[in-house]
């Protein structure tokens, strides 16, 4: 009878073991690569956009967990939920959509205080559990996305934490051929200053710049390293010409943050699971209820969230684009003046005005987002 005896099998390119061996009691642990929930990120695909599918505004406007920003532009940029072209890949790996910056006309050149950037943050719980030993050198979390721009050049990022003590780690996507699509890896170790608190606050933000101006870069930053955390030199100066190219694009899809040293086939989800995952930052839906009666004073009970938000949301309803709005469902007119009160992460109830026992409508738009 033959017996093969090992500590560990790995391949032949890999740095990590995909089966270890215990040489004592025989047991066995792998490095499973397409493990379920291994994504940080909540709508790495943006499949997700709840609020619009285009907007010139900053801020969560389109694609769902993904914040736009930017700073003393001349004229406002573009954020919108776009279709990824059939035939290219990253569409033939089964992605779909894609956020798409188009850049405004900027026509006061590149200003040492402008700014244009995507802005990710997870909470900090996510992170403190994710399994990732982020205190240690020798523990990796990897940042993996597919990117395009109109535009051929190279452009910066940087990871910045805010809990215990702030730490930057700038990156960058390597030169871009323009109108193709890239896929960049970030294989990030951990650090001993890092802290991740078990809460839902902020604590990691992840943020792909188009371009930041002098006020806010140092070429003595260097990529690929923790450093400690600098507003005025948070990455290597950043090339203009994106910047200064009228209708210039950046698109970006498949978002990835996973524990470990490689970066692995991208964990594609069905619609519902990513948008119950979305609900957790920002819900809107319409509902009906039937309004009641509580010591004297008209209103409805409390609606519950699809999910248990991330905090207490800020919420108000609308009906036709009117605030505080609803409709009476039995003759169709208008009911105005509903103020929201007692919200909680799970839901919230609503008093003033209105006849009871009568069922009315209307949309409630609940914001939970970091």
């Known amino acids: 009878m033959s017996e093969l005896k090992v500590n560990s099998i790995k391949g032949t390119g890999a ?44 801020g969560y406007q389109t694609v769902d967990r993904f914040e736009f920003l930017t700073n003393t532009v001349d004229e406002a940029p573009t954020q919108a939920q776009v279709d990824v072209a059939s035939g290219t890949t990253p569409y033939t790996l089964g992605f779909r959509k894609a956020l798409k910056i188009t850049n405004g006309n900027q026509t006061g050149g590149a200003g040492a205080a402008d700014a244009i950037y995507v802005r990710y943050r997870p909470e900090a719980q996510d992170i403190a559990s994710s399994g990732w030993n982020y205190t240690s050198t020798s523990s990796f979390i990897t940042l993996s996305f597919w990117v ?122 069905c619609y519902q699971y990513h948008l119950y995952r979305c609900y957790r930052y920002y819900v809107q839906r319409g509902f009906e209820v039937l309004m009641g009666n509580k010591s004297g004073t008209n209103g409805f009970p409390r609606i519950n969230y699809p999910v248990v938000m991330r905090d207490t949301a800020s919420v108000f309803i609308q009906r036709n684009g009117n605030n505080h709005e609803m409709r009476n469902q039995n003759d169709g007119s208008s009911l105005t003046g509903i103020s929201t009160y007692n919200q909680y992460d799970y839901g919230f109830a609503s008093r003033g005005g209105g006849s009871h026992n009568i069922i009315y409508a209307s949309t409630y738009y609940a914001d939970a987002e970091l």
Request: avoid cysteine.
């Open 148 to 269: 395009k721009s109109s535009v051929a050049q190279n452009f910066f990022g940087y990871i910045d934490t805010s809990d215990g003590t702030q730490k930057m780690y700038p990156f960058e996507t390597g030169s871009l051929s323009a109108d193709t699509w890239t896929k960049v890896t970030k294989t990030i170790p951990g650090h001993a200053d890092l802290t991740f608190n078990l809460d839902n606050g902020q604590a990691f933000g992840i943020n792909w710049v188009q371009f930041m101006g002098t006020d806010y870069t140092a070429n003595s930053a260097t990529v690929d390293t923790w450093k400690a955390q600098s507003d005025t030199e948070r990455m290597p100066d950043n090339t203009s010409t994106w910047y200064t190219t009228n209708d210039a694009t950046f698109e970006i899809t498949g978002v990835q943050l996973e524990v470990g040293s490689v970066a692995t086939d991208f964990e594609h989800q």
């Open 15 to 58: 740095s990590t073991a995909a089966i270890t061996i215990d040489s004592s009691s025989g047991g066995f642990s792998g490095n499973i690569t397409n493990r379920q929930g291994k994504n940080l990120i909540v709508n790495g695909e943006m499949i997700i956009a709840q609020r619009n599918t285009s907007s010139t505004s900053t």
